[in-house]
Structure formats: C-alpha cells, structure tokens
C-alpha cells in the first residue's frame, strides 16, 4: 500500500489541483460516490493499459483499473479484482499466491480483446497489513490463516466487493468473465448487480511453500483450487 498509496496520491493531487473546480461541480452529483480522478495511459510488461484512479468515500474506497479494449462490446471482458498484497505482490513473499496471481491476469488481460485488473487497497484479506503480519506471526507458531485471522478477532475473510461492482458499472462492464478461484466474490459481484457469465480459474503454479496455504483455502474458504 504504501508505495502505491505515495504515487497514486501524488498523482491524485496533481489531478485534483489541476481540475479542482471541475471536482467540487461533481461532489454535488450522485457521482460524487465514485470518481474518476485520473486515466493515464500505461505500458506494461503484458501489454498496454489504460489505468485510472477511482476514489469513493473512504481511505478504503480506492482502487486503480487498468483497462483494455472496449468494455462496452459484444464480448464480456476478462476482469480479475485483485486484492493488494504488499509482501506478495510487490516483496515477492511466497506465503501466498498473490503474486503469481497477478501476473497471471495481467498476462490473460494483456491477451483478451477486452479486459480489466481492478486493484484495491484490501490488505491482508481485508485487515489491514499490521494485522496480517500478526498473524503472520501467529501462523509461524503453528496457526493456519482461517485460525489467526479468527485469533485476533477478524473474520476469515473481511472482504467486501461493492465498491468494485461499482467501478466496473462506472466502466460499463456489467456482464463479466472473472478470473477467480473464489466462489464468495462471485456471489459478491453478482448480487451487486455484475453478471459474472464465466468464472476463469486463476490458477498458477503452486510453490511448496504456499501449498499450505492453498489447501487452507480450499478447505476452509472453499476457493476452486486444484491442490
Ligand atoms: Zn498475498
């Protein structure tokens, strides 16, 4: 979070001085829940992206999309909503698969017609980073990640994908194909009104490391994985 959150402000600031009027019109509106305050263009090692910032109310109702091809055609694009994960995702932590599930969206995205990695700020299942190196700390004592979470008076997962579902309406996505091996996000999205017409398993190769994790996953949380 941090060194995204530093970018991603920074540039927010430039954006919102620069349309600072523009900005004040629109908190009036119904809109004014979600907004766009950036869309940059952004290359990729998979490819070329359209990325946007998107806040809504809160320090947690902020996500960056990364977009291509058209959203709003006869095809549903390819949308993974990936949860922030520090140590995975940008230290290379092989506790989890956050990582490896990354690349392998961006990889699919970069390749579908039409596409979109939504990322948002849900550290650690939705805890917070602190919190999850905790129980990090309590899963090193011999705890799996459903017991540590429920130790330090968390649910397993604390999750919530409405703000999501909204940006993908603001985006146009309203049917989808998801890549998740997570059946809960995709009665999420669906009761937020996102018809998931596909679900694409996102499954990368699996480390002897994060095996354990993984078959936590599976058996407690009921994720789709083949471990
Ligand atoms: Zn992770």
């Not at 941090?2 to 900005?23: E, N, P, R, V």
């Not at 989890?96 to 550290?123: F, M, N, T």
């Not at 002897?208 to 994790?213: C, D, G, L, Q, T």
Request: aromatic residues 6%; charged residues 25%; contains cysteine.
């Amino acid at each position: 979070m941090l060194i995204f959150a530093a970018k991603f402000d920074l540039l927010y600031w430039a954006i919102a001085m620069a349309a600072g009027t523009q900005s004040r019109k629109h908190s009036k509106t119904k809109s004014a829940r979600l907004r766009a305050v950036a869309r940059a263009e952004l290359p990729t090692r998979y490819g070329r992206f359209t990325i946007y910032g998107f806040q809504g109310r809160g320090p947690q109702e902020e996500a960056v999309a990364l977009v291509r091809g058209n959203l709003r055609g006869k095809g549903a694009p390819l949308v993974r909503v990936h949860s922030q994960c520090l140590t995975g995702d940008v230290l290379t932590s092989l506790r989890c698969d956050c990582r490896a599930q990354l690349e392998l969206s961006l990889q699919k995205i970069g390749r579908a017609p039409s596409g979109i990695l939504l990322y948002l700020p849900q550290e650690g299942r939705g805890i917070g980073l602190m919190n999850k190196l905790r129980a990090y700390e309590l899963q090193d004592g011999g705890m799996d990640t459903v017991e540590a979470n429920e130790s330090l008076g968390f649910a397993a997962d604390a999750r919530d994908y409405d703000f999501s579902a909204k940006i993908l309406k603001q985006l146009g996505a309203t049917r989808i194909r998801l890549l998740s091996n997570n059946p809960e996000k995709v009665r999420q999205l669906e009761r937020a009104g996102i018809r998931v017409v596909e679900r694409v398993p996102c499954q990368p190769r699996i480390s002897k490391i994060s095996r354990a994790y993984m078959q936590t996953k599976k058996a407690k949380m009921g994720h789709l994985l083949d471990v």
